[in-house]
């Protein structure tokens, strides 16, 4: 039985070897993965293009567009002479951001007064303009600090339309906030392509027709398929971890173990779903097409990509019945709180349902249509 | 000897298979003695895979009975499978698997021991003539090492039985040739090989034919008893000018049996003690035929065939060409 099993297993290690592409997708897909989207919610928060319409023009108002500039939030692109000319800016795209300081700026910090600064934002991306209000806070109440005048004061104005979605720190933390979710989605896809792929390529070959005369029994070769696609899927996560903390500085706060744990147990629902999409595709092609289609619902309503706070009722019902949302409760909760168990068993339990149901039906349909 | 060595090696009884109301195979009876090359011919949807399939214990008859070395087909599968060694016309290689890499993946798959598996090895790939080509992708070799390869991975586990299933579809002549002087060497060392084709001329390479059509049994003798005993009458081959024609009006000819077109050819099977070569030829030119040649030839199992069927279902002698 296990020189059955041990067989098979030898063999797919073989193939994952020798073809490019499943390598390719073990290896690099995650680092690229993580990269791209490390940056693509990286570069949004910083460098915003600033002009600065500054009627004060004392040692005060100085120091306030010099801290704007030091951040690194912002790069200062000009100065200009009118209220009207920073407007243009924002309306031609030349600025996202236009910082307005008043003639009484200075005098007023002096008198011990409040002093209106003005933040003047484009917020047609809600993302850019919420970072930018906050590092404009943090700036004014830093320069309050520092001047030991705790009122210097940044408002808005103006054509600002800002949406309340999710606090995003107006630090890294979007990366943070999106390795535990590229990790869940990387362990699904690869179980769920890999394991499908694996055993319908047999097909096309005819390579199962073979097996099926042979005494391998079908659970051996489910067992034998699955545990190397298992093996590759947590390599996959390993590079990410490793990428996310060489290059994003960002470290796992919990229990790596328990991590693993309970990765596995989300695993079963995927390898689940990956064995029933081989028992119903003929070709690779269609395994694919099913592929993504079960993989759309879990990128764009488990809480990936967008907030699920934010989601219809109906929607977030929807979600529910997603492995994915629990798992990503899971893996938020353990890489950035460094929570355990006690805390994460309402995701837990049903994540653990989840995948014995779905594997077990699966498993029993993949015996029934090979025998 | 002992009573495993004379009780035949397939044997089945009224094996009936239905797919709903489909009658794929209908009450075949039959037994396959030991070390005998047996083939199974038939047109492509005549009830030969799923013969195959119910013999190799992956398929349950409907009803009958069948006993492949002596295990109950219906309810001993899994035995039968560890006994037997199955190659497919598609030859179920690994591609992207070395020529070692797919025998030690098949020897793993039947449990072939770990001390006797390297000389088992060697001997198959010697064998196979594929010595030196072990490091090499089974997905670069030519049809007919290929074919060698599938082989060598179905027998790794010396089978008593083997199972070949339209082995050398897509195969040239001379690897089909050297392909079965190894199966003779195979069936002469006491393995019982039974083939399914649906080419005729691979049917001749075998000891006895199951002529099958309909999911029933036709004829069942050695080649040359199924052209010596089907046949009534004298077989002739005919020459002519417009030979559609001609075949139609030999139809109605006297002392004429059967009439099959092939090619420019015509074959005639004629009653001899109603009809001669002269008659026929005559009764041609009196319709206005430009008459070439009659003379009398020996029938192939093409001829069997056709004459059984009714109908030229079969693949014709260019086998080899898909």
Known sequence: ?371 | MTASDVAPVISVRALTKRFGDLVAVDALTFEVQRGEVFAFLGPNGSGKSTTIRMLCGILEPTSGEGRVLGFDIAREGERVKQQIGYMSQRFALYEDLTVRENLEFYAGVYQVAGASLSGRLDELMTMAGLQDRQGQLAGSLSGGWKQRLALGCAIVHNPPLLFLDEPTAGVDPVSRRRFWTMIYGLAQGGVTVFVTTHYLDEAEHANRVAMIHGGTLRALASPAELKRSAMQGQLLNVTCASPMEAAALLERAPGVNEVALYGAAIHVLVDPTRTSEESVSDWLSDHGIAVGNVAPIEPTLEDVFVSLIGTATVATGQSTTR
Not at chain 1, 38 to 45: D, P
Not at chain 1, 104 to 128: E, K, Y
Not at chain 1, 232 to 249: D, E, I, N, S, Y
Not at chain 1, 321 to 333: A, H, K, S, V, W
Request: hydrophobic fraction near 55%; avoid cysteine.
């Open chain 1, 1 to 371: 039985m296990w020189s059955r099993i041990r067989s098979i297993i030898r063999k797919e290690f073989i193939q994952i070897r020798r073809d490019p592409r499943t390598l390719a997708m073990v290896l690099a897909l995650p680092a690229l993965q993580l990269l791209l989207f490390g940056y693509a919610f990286n570069t949004v928060v910083d460098h915003l293009p600033l002009v600065i319409f500054d009627e004060s023009k004392d040692a005060y108002s100085r120091q306030l567009i010099s801290a704007f500039g030091n951040t690194g939030y912002f790069d200062i692109r000009g100065h200009v002479d009118s209220r009207e000319a920073v407007a243009a800016a924002i309306d031609a795209g030349d600025a996202k951001v236009g910082l307005v300081l008043p003639p009484r700026f200075g005098d007023d910090i002096l008198r011990r007064q409040v002093s209106l600064a003005q933040l003047i934002v484009d917020g047609s991306d809600p993302n850019t303009a919420q970072t930018a209000l906050f590092a404009g806070w943090m700036i004014a109440a830093a320069v309050s600090e520092s001047v030991q005048q705790p009122n210097v004061v940044a408002a808005r104005q103006g054509a600002i339309e800002l949406r309340p979605v999710v606090l995003y720190n107006p630090s890294m933390l979007s990366v943070n906030f999106m390795i535990p979710g590229l990790i869940g989605l990387i362990l699904q896809f690869q179980t769920l392509i890999l394991t499908a792929f694996a055993i319908v390529r047999e097909r096309e070959r005819g390579t199962l027709e073979q097996l099926v005369v042979t005494p391998i029994k079908s659970w051996e070769l489910m067992i034998g398929k699955i545990i190397p696609y298992v093996a590759t899927a947590f390599m996959a996560v390993a590079v990410a971890l490793l990428v996310a903390r060489v290059w994003f500085g960002v470290e796992t706060a919990g229990s790596l173990p328990l991590l693993v744990l309970l990765s596995s147990l989300f695993l079963l629902s995927s390898l689940g779903i990956g064995l029933f999409i081989s028992t119903i595709s003929q070709t690779q092609t269609q395994a694919m097409q099913l592929a993504v289609f079960v993989m759309l619902p879990s990128v764009l309503l488990s809480g990936f990509m967008f907030p699920r706070e934010s989601m219809p009722w109906i929607i977030q019902q929807l979600g529910l019945l997603i492995p994915l949302t629990y798992f990503l409760q899971i893996l938020r909760g353990i890489m950035l709180k460094g929570v355990g168990l006690e805390v994460l068993w309402g995701s837990v339990v049903p994540l653990a349902i989840f995948g014995v149901a779905v594997f077990g039906l699966s498993a029993a349909r993949f015996r029934k249509r090979l025998g």
